[in-house]
C-alpha cells in the first residue's frame, strides 16, 4: 500500500519513521522542520497508523517495509535517507534488509539489539502500562481523532511475548552501508548496541546521547538532529 505520506522541501529525500501510536506528523516535529531546509523531507504514516488505513497487521514488519517501497516508488525516488526510531527503526531495519540499494544511508534508534534476560519481566510491565492507556478516555479520544484504523491492535499484538523481531536487528551487523546507532544513556538494554554493533560492521557510526533514554529525538531534539545531520554530510 502507499502510505499516507506529509512532504515538505526540496533536495535529496530524507525519510522519517515514526514511534508507535505515533505518525508522520506527531514525530520528529523539530527534524522535519530543520532538515526541511536542504532535504526532501517525507514523513509517512506506518500501516495502521494515522491516515495509513489497515487493519492488517498480522506481518507488520515485512508488509510497513514493502509499503514503504511502494511509496518511495510512487514518489519516484531512487534511494533515500532512513531515519527511524523504536517501531519506525524496526520497520526501517526490515526495509534495509530488503531494499538496501535503496538507501544512501540508516538512522536507527530506540531498539534493543539483543534480547535482555528479564525480557519477559520488562514485557509484563509494558503490557501493565498499555492496559491502563487503554483505560484511560483521554487517550481513547486522542488516538480516536488521530487513527482511521484500530489503533487498539498494535497494544493487543504487543501483548505476544514474541513480537520484538530480534533476529532482524542482529542484521546490522551485515549491513554495507552506512549506518547510524544513536542511543540515549538512561537505556542500558539499548546501550549495549553501541558495543555490539561497531565491533561487528565497519560501517556502525555510534552515538550515545546523554540525558535522554528511548526517544532520543524527542528529549534531546538539538542534539539529535546535529548528529543525524553530521553523520548524512560525512557520508
Not at 546501550?191 to 560492521?201: L, Q, R, S
Request: hydrophobic share 35%; with cysteine.
Amino acid at each position: 500500500m502507499i502510505l499516507h505520506t506529509h512532504t515538505r522541501g526540496n533536495g535529496e529525500p530524507i525519510v522519517f519513521l515514526h514511534t508507535g501510536l505515533q505518525t508522520g506528523l506527531t514525530d520528529f516535529e523539530s527534524q522535519r522542520e530543520y532538515f526541511s531546509k536542504d532535504f526532501q523531507v517525507l514523513s509517512p504514516d506506518l500501516r495502521g497508523h494515522g491516515q495509513s488505513i489497515s487493519n492488517d497487521i498480522q506481518n507488520f514488519f515485512e508488509d510497513s517495509a514493502r509499503d514503504l517501497f511502494e511509496t518511495i516508488e510512487h514518489y519516484k525516488l531512487k534511494a533515500i535517507h532512513l531515519v527511524g526510531c523504536s517501531l519506525g527503526a524496526l520497520v526501517a531495519i526490515k526495509f534495509a534488509q530488503l531494499y538496501p540499494e535503496r538507501l544512501y544511508t540508516l538512522t536507527v534508534s530506540g531498539i534493543t539489539p539483543v534480547k535482555p534476560d528479564n525480557w519477559i519481566e520488562l514485557h509484563k510491565e509494558d503490557v501493565d502500562s498499555q492496559k491502563n492507556v487503554m483505560k484511560s478516555e483521554e487517550a481513547n479520544n486522542y488516538f480516536n481523532q488521530l487513527y482511521s484504523s484500530d489503533w487498539k491492535q498494535f497494544i493487543l499484538k504487543g501483548r505476544n511475548e514474541g513480537w520484538y523481531p530480534f533476529d532482524d536487528v542482529k542484521s546490522m551487523h551485515e549491513f554495507d552501508f552506512p549506518v547510524l546507532f544513536i542511543v540515549g544513556e538512561r537505556n542500558p538494554h539499548e546501550t549495549v548496541g553501541a558495543t555490539i554493533y561497531p565491533k561487528a560492521n565497519k560501517n556502525v557510526h555510534v552515538a550515545i546521547v546523554p540525558f535522554a533514554g528511548h526517544l532520543v529525538q524527542t528529549e534531546q531534539p538539538e542534539i539529535y538532529t546535529r548528529i543525524v545531520e553530521e553523520f548524512i554530510k560525512q557520508t
